[in-house]
């Protein structure tokens, strides 16, 4: 009960006085201030993208590998981990 009480004290009166605030709409951006808010977005993509080839470009590429070419990567592999390969 004194925790309720404690919890009363401290956050009711703040209740009380917080107004809501009213803004005002941003105002509409001129032609030119929106070409070059739409510019700086599309130079930010170009630059997600270019940091998305940078990480999955090994990747990509060794999935435009043809089957063949992709067991003879593996052998190699396995040769230098000195594993044996698949027909024992």
Same mark, same amino acid.
């Given at each position: 009960?004194?925790?309720?009480?404690?919890?009363?004290?401290?956050?009711?009166?703040?209740?009380?006085?917080?107004?809501?605030?009213? !803004?005002?709409?941003?105002?509409?951006?001129?032609?030119?201030?929106?070409?070059?808010?739409?510019?700086?977005?599309?130079?930010? !993509?170009?630059?997600?993208?270019?940091?998305?080839?940078?990480?999955?470009?090994?990747?990509?590429?060794?999935?435009?590998?043809?089957?063949? !070419?992709?067991?003879?990567?593996?052998? !190699?592999?396995?040769?230098?981990?000195?594993?044996?390969?698949?027909?024992?």
């Amino acid at each position: 009960m004194h925790r309720r009480a404690l919890f009363a004290l401290l956050v009711l009166p703040a209740c009380g006085t917080a107004q809501p605030i009213r !803004q005002d709409p941003p105002a509409a951006a001129s032609p030119a201030e929106r070409q070059q808010q739409l510019d700086g977005f599309w130079q930010r !993509q170009r630059e997600k993208e270019a940091a998305d080839r940078f990480w999955n470009g090994p990747r990509e590429a060794r999935r435009n590998l043809t089957r063949d !070419q992709i067991e003879r990567w593996e052998d !190699q592999r396995w040769r230098r981990q000195g594993w044996r390969s698949y027909p024992y």
